[in-house]
């Protein structure tokens, strides 16, 4: 028995047109897009910040980490309201925080006010990603989630080939906050085309709302259903995997193979334009073959990827800029039908409370990746990063171990028949 109680099913979205359904979920890409910049910016940053503060790649990875464990607050927190307001309301409230949040970032006089500022800034922007998804479970028939993903998961793409590089290079001519003021100088004007162009999506709302006093046992509740639990362990089993290696990416690049850190934009730049590509694909194809199936191929791809990066033999530039594509692709891919299946496992009527409880799940293994990750490596008296290669095989476990874990998760529509028919 849970403690969650029976609620009558949604009332059908309000139909839009084709045409209207792909520019909502462009501008959810590029609200993502922004989210992660944000996010992915701090790592080719990381070489900056340490030699700019005087920190070491753990203290840094700490700051990266504070803003995934805050996030996942925000996204615990998020249960208990984001299923009562319309959807648009909310996405441009939080969006405009989130964008004062990377405001404070860019005037940080000191690392301490850096990390409140990156704090902060989880905190307002853990939410966006739930609220996207939310409005995709909404909008879009579960037969098309897959494609519909793939278009708003282009916003990784977009974030690395235009984004990060842009960051990064203006950071290394006119200092690392010119990246936060290119990322607020961003967020306002997607905020503005969304103001104008998001249509009301309250169509939620006309299902009976949990009472107020209700709102702690359903969730709790929420964290006993077994299919919501393993679900979760999926989310965060495959994010930890990889923030064990990711955030260590530029350091150890920058202080093991002698690459300048605007060089790192061209490694960037081309992982970005190769996700482009593949991530739409990738969505079509767990549409068509199965989002579990999809998730275990690319998945068992990207243990390659994830051993060769934290094993890198000393290669020129040119090899790390071919070689990064195939990381990214991977690594970004295997995401896809594991968000499309996420929108599937709940509920529709508590379908923005789970993906907000996931959010927060998926934030929280993003920073226990950052933070073990880091620490396991240690500095040398040249300045060299060792231990890399240690979370590059807790990688591929944790990899492995989520391969063999997701056929314990399945949507609500295919675990109520087999529900009934375990009572009857």
Excluded at 328 to 348: F, H, I, K, N
Aim: glycine content about 8%; charged content about 10%.
């Amino acid at each position: 028995m849970t403690n969650v109680s029976p609620v009558a099913p949604l009332p059908p979205v309000s139909p839009v047109s084709a045409t209207r359904e792909r520019l909502i979920l462009w501008l959810l890409a590029l609200t993502q897009f922004t989210v992660i910049m944000d996010f992915m910016v701090m790592m080719p940053l990381a070489p900056q910040l340490m030699q700019a503060f005087g920190k070491t790649p753990a203290a840094v990875s700490g700051a990266v980490s504070v803003y995934s464990w805050c996030a996942g607050l925000s996204g615990l927190l998020a249960m208990t309201y984001i299923d009562r307001f319309d959807r648009k309301r909310l996405l441009l409230t939080m969006f405009l925080l989130f964008t004062v949040s990377n405001l404070a970032c860019a005037l940080a006089p000191n690392f301490h006010v850096l990390v409140l500022s990156r704090a902060f800034a989880g905190l307002t922007g853990g939410v966006l990603g739930a609220i996207c998804m939310a409005i995709i479970g909404d909008l879009v028939p579960p037969e098309r989630r897959g494609a519909a993903t793939g278009i708003v998961m282009t916003s990784f793409s977009l974030a690395a080939i235009a984004g990060v590089p842009a960051g990064v290079m203006m950071s290394a001519h006119f200092g690392w906050q010119s990246a936060f003021y290119l990322l607020v100088g961003f967020s306002v004007l997607i905020w503005c085309v969304a103001l104008r162009a998001l249509p009301a999506m309250s169509a939620h709302l006309k299902a009976a709302p949990v009472p107020l006093a209700r709102i702690l046992p359903e969730l709790a509740g929420m964290f006993r259903v077994p299919a919501h639990l393993k679900a979760f362990a999926l989310s965060g089993m495959t994010m930890m995997s990889g923030m064990l290696v990711i955030p260590f990416i530029s350091p150890v690049l920058v202080a093991n193979y002698g690459v300048q850190p605007a060089e790192i934009t061209w490694i960037y730049l081309a992982g970005g334009l190769a996700t482009l590509f593949s991530a739409r694909r990738i969505g079509a194809w767990a549409d068509r073959a199965g989002k579990q199936r999809v998730f275990r191929a690319v998945a068992a791809f990207s243990i390659l990827p994830l051993m060769l990066i934290t094993h890198l033999p000393h290669v020129p530039l040119i090899g790390m800029v071919l070689m990064f594509p195939f990381f990214m692709t991977a690594l970004s891919g295997r995401t896809v039908p594991l968000q499309a299946l996420m929108t599937t496992v709940p509920d529709p009527a508590r379908r923005g409370a789970f993906l907000s409880a996931n959010s927060a799940v998926q934030q929280m293994g993003t920073g226990l990746g950052a933070f073990v990750g880091g620490l396991w490596l240690s500095t040398d008296a040249a300045g060299h990063i060792s231990g890399y290669g240690y979370n590059g095989w807790a990688a591929a476990a944790l990899t492995v171990m989520a391969i063999w874990w997701i056929s314990r998760v399945h949507s609500a529509a295919v675990a109520a028949p087999a529900a009934a028919r375990s009572a009857a």
